[in-house]
Nanobody
Framework: QLQASGGGMVQAGGSLRLSCAAS????????VGWFRQAPGAEREFVAA????????YYVDNVKGRFTVSRDNAKNTVYLQMNSLKPEDMAVYYC????????????????????WGQGTQVTVSS
């Protein structure tokens, strides 16, 4: 089970750190992705991290502002979001996929095995 947390309301230019904690299982061998879904829009990929943490990938419009990281000892993956913009406002979801390949990450929602419940991020202008 994945539990996403850390969402909230911030002004444009502010920061939030989202967490995705795994319970009942270890995060070893699970690549993790972050997605977001705004009202009326499809769920879109935001960032991903391989299970070793060696590889990360970001959608272009968050590069340089968002950072994905993980602490496998704490079974938690983080998404640090800086310089937030109103267009970042959405429900953010984390997802996990089992893989034995330490450098692999995944960008498609259908690639993932498990999903968290989502956490709302609101950015006011």
């Amino acid at each position: 089970q994945l539990q996403a947390s850390g969402g909230g309301m911030v002004q444009a230019g502010g920061s939030l750190r989202l967490s995705c904690a795994a319970s009942g299982r270890t995060y070893s061998n699970y690549a993790v992705g972050w997605f977001r879904q705004a009202p009326g829009a499809e769920r879109e990929f935001v960032a991903a991290i391989s299970w070793t943490g060696r590889e990360t990938y970001y959608v272009d419009n968050v590069k340089g502002r968002f950072t994905v990281s993980r602490d496998n000892a704490k079974n938690t993956v983080y998404l640090q979001m800086n310089s937030l913009k109103p267009e970042d406002m959405a429900v953010y979801y984390c997802a996990a996929k089992y893989t034995r390949r330490g450098g692999s990450y995944f960008m498609g929602p259908a690639d993932y095995d498990y999903w968290g419940q989502g956490t709302q991020v609101t950015v006011s202008s």
